[in-house]
């Protein structure tokens, strides 16, 4: 089947309160412009210089999110223009954004990354290290960038139960934040998890956002990856 017509069966699958951010890494400009030609707009890449290239040369109406681990000296390059950065899993990190984001005169929206995977190779904060920022006045003295929720990867499992397991503790923490610190921020909505072989369970535990490459532009070319 073709991207559009992917995207248009993946739609029929989701809630109209979920977005969809299509992870468009390692994949060309030409395929990534089908689906935009079928009308999808917010795209994720993981890597800086990838999602630099591309904002370059496509439209400038796309909403680029930076799902993929992000280093404190590459902020600088996607401050302008990135919409949503998911993966923010350190006070340093967070303050860097905030820097880079005052230069460029905006604020830029950010999710925090929670560690609910089993894995090591994940990134990501812990309940109370999420806490502890959250209470810091360098935290609270931010104002160029704004937390809009929570991203999470769950472990890379057929396990059903334990995916869901993991998804229910990030659902409930972000409950738990949205009451403590964030009652009275509308913006703060956003509960990122979920991706090509799991985000059904993630729609069920409560996901606002999935994060799906394969199901819409097929297998990945790694060979074909920007650094």
């Known amino acids: 089947m073709s991207v559009q017509g992917n995207l248009q069966e993946l739609k029929q699958t989701l809630p109209n309160s979920v977005i969809l951010v299509a992870i468009s890494k390692t994949h060309p400009v030409d395929v990534v412009m089908e689906a935009y030609n079928a009308g999808q707009r917010v795209f994720g890449e993981n890597k800086v210089q990838e999602m630099v290239s591309k904002h370059e040369v496509m439209p400038k109406d796309i909403h680029w999110h930076l799902v993929g681990h992000l280093q404190t000296n590459k902020v600088k390059y996607i401050s302008s223009f990135v919409s949503l950065i998911h993966s923010v899993d350190s006070l340093k990190l967070l303050s860097m954004i905030n820097k880079e984001a005052e230069k460029v005169g905006r604020v830029i929206d950010c999710l ?45 499992s057929n396990d059903e139960e334990k995916v869901r397991s993991e998804f229910h503790y990030l659902s409930d923490l972000f409950k738990k934040l949205k009451n403590t610190y964030f009652k009275d921020e509308e913006s703060f909505k956003n509960l990122s998890m979920g991706m090509s072989g799991d985000y059904q369970i993630a729609i069920e535990e409560g996901s606002t956002m999935v994060r799906i490459g394969s199901s819409i532009f097929g297998t990945r070319n790694y060979g074909n990856n920007i650094n």
């Open 112 to 156: 925090l990354q929670v560690y609910i995977a089993t894995e090591e190779t994940k990134f990501g904060l812990s309940a109370q290290e999420i806490d502890d920022i959250l209470k810091l006045p360098e935290y609270q003295q931010m104002k160029y960038v704004r937390i809009v929720g929570l991203m999470g990867m769950a472990s890379f």
